[in-house]
């Protein structure tokens, strides 16, 4: 649950007086401990003779100087002594729950730091420790008693640094980055509090605030790692590409222990992906993947970088790696869709009619037509894939001789004309141009006046619509 150790530097901040005179015995006794234990126990004995004897926060120095070597039972023993002299010292309450840490005894560790705050309730220590205790197994209550301790000393940035931490923990980055920010231009900020505030406001959106205070750490330690890391993340989503290209360089090439993850390559791919290195982008993307084999969604970007490039068959064979590397459920009928686009693009676009040879772009167009079909069956109600069947298959058919987009584009315009509805109304001139062409090469000239017409109709209404609009705005 918890290390012994692991609570932060703070001094006895219970109610404790200053006596020059034994803590000069206590620092001395810090040195005998580990190489003479029975002169050690000697000069204990010796401090607490005659008027220290009840002196209870020297009873708790010492018990602390032998918790801290490592000594639990002469710690114990000093415990007990001054729970004899002052049974409601939380000093006594305190030193008992360090020992129990020590012992990995959690549930008596917060018993004794909550009687210490029963017998003073400003014993910041006790509050932090406690803290400390459930911060991983119960954040509420570790949340709870520190609000409490915020409540006596709202000033008191071991507080609002120890609410940061564990709010940071719980994934609550809103509430961390506030707290951070209450800590962040203190003397005892650390690079790991800057750090973390500014990745708390990567992770909340605040890029600006981000990149300020990753800017604001880099002016203390220009090779720092982390602070590089976020000064590229940060500038990548503000599009600052430049920005982050120095950063990246940094990052990459110069930063000191730098320890990649698989955002680090993501980021970096994002970032030469938006400057045009293609090539270079989909490397990164592929260490990524293989840093962390389950973000397979990776595989759209590099099919969208290979787009890009109109290098459709690596496009393709990306993007079917990212849909067969996703549970059946989630293979949706939408993925299809774009995996149809694909073949689509690989059988009409204007470097796959230079690079490709017509047996490639009719195999990838018989492909996309075969997709399109799958999309047509699954959602009937929608005409997309019936409309992208008949653009497939009217591109198998340049000429129009065999009307193979024919039936597809009937299908699509008999569907919209009963939804009456105007946002369709692009598409449906599509369809009745190729209907009418059909028809004209056909030499069936009645069929293809009458969509023609359709066509007139459709641009009248929109003219009709465009007069009224403007007419309606000047007045």
Not at 31 to 44: G, H
Request: aromatic share 12%; glycine share 4%; hydrophobic share 40%.
């Amino acid at each position: 649950m918890f290390l012994a150790g692991a609570f932060i530097a703070v001094g006895s901040l219970c109610a404790q007086s200053t006596t020059a005179e034994w803590q000069a015995g206590v620092a001395k006794l810090k040195e005998t401990i580990q190489n003479n234990p029975a002169q050690a126990a000697e000069e204990a004995s010796q401090l607490i003779k005659g008027k220290n004897k009840k002196n209870v926060d020297l009873l708790v120095a010492i018990g602390e100087t032998y918790l801290k070597a490592g000594k639990l039972t002469e710690a114990e023993e000093y415990a007990a002594l001054g729970k004899k002299a002052n049974g409601k010292s939380a000093l006594v309450s305190v030193l008992q729950g360090d020992i129990a840490v020590e012992q990995k005894n959690a549930g008596l560790a917060s018993q004794k730091y909550e009687e210490a705050i029963y017998f003073d309730s400003r014993c910041t220590e006790a509050y932090l420790k406690y803290a400390d205790i459930y911060k991983a197994a119960n954040a509420g209550l570790a949340i709870e008693k520190l609000t409490q301790l915020k409540e006596l000393e709202p000033d008191n940035k071991a507080v609002d640094k120890k609410l940061a931490e564990i709010y940071y923990s719980k994934n609550d980055f809103s509430k961390a980055a506030e707290y951070y920010s209450h800590v962040a231009t203190d003397a005892t900020a650390t690079e790991g509090d800057l750090v973390k505030y500014s990745f708390a406001l990567f992770l909340n959106h605040n890029f600006e605030k981000s990149l300020e205070v990753a800017n604001l750490g880099l002016q203390k330690n220009p090779k720092h790692a982390a602070f590089n890391r976020l000064a590229m993340y940060n500038n990548t989503d503000l599009k600052r590409f430049d920005e982050a290209q120095k950063a990246a360089n940094l990052f990459f090439n110069e930063a000191d222990k730098a320890d990649y993850s698989y955002l680090d390559y993501m980021y970096y791919g994002h970032l030469l992906d938006a400057l045009k290195k293609y090539d270079e982008a989909v490397v990164q993307y592929e260490k990524a993947i293989e840093l962390d084999s389950t973000k397979t969604d990776l595989y759209q970007n590099i099919s969208t970088v290979y787009e890009q490039k109109n290098d459709y068959k690596k496009a393709i064979d990306a993007y079917k790696k990212y849909i067969t590397s996703l549970d059946k459920e989630k293979q949706t009928v939408d993925l299809q869709y774009q995996l149809g686009r694909l073949y689509y693009g690989a059988g009409t676009h204007a470097d796959s009619l230079s690079t490709t040879d017509a047996a490639d772009r009719k195999h990838a167009l018989v492909k996309a037509d075969s997709v399109f079909a799958v999309v047509a069956e699954v959602n009937p109600d929608s005409y997309v894939g019936n409309f992208w069947r008949a653009r497939s298959n009217s591109a198998l058919d340049p000429e129009t001789t065999d009307g193979l987009a024919k039936p597809f584009y009937e299908k699509v315009a008999t569907l919209l004309e009963g939804k009456k509805d105007a946002r369709y109304n692009s598409v449906l001139i599509e369809c009745y141009s190729y209907l009418g062409y059909y028809y004209l090469v056909t030499d069936k000239l009645p069929e293809s006046k009458e969509y023609w017409n359709k066509i007139l109709a459709i641009d009248l209404l929109m003219l009709l619509l465009k007069k009224h609009w403007t007419v309606s705005n000047s007045e």
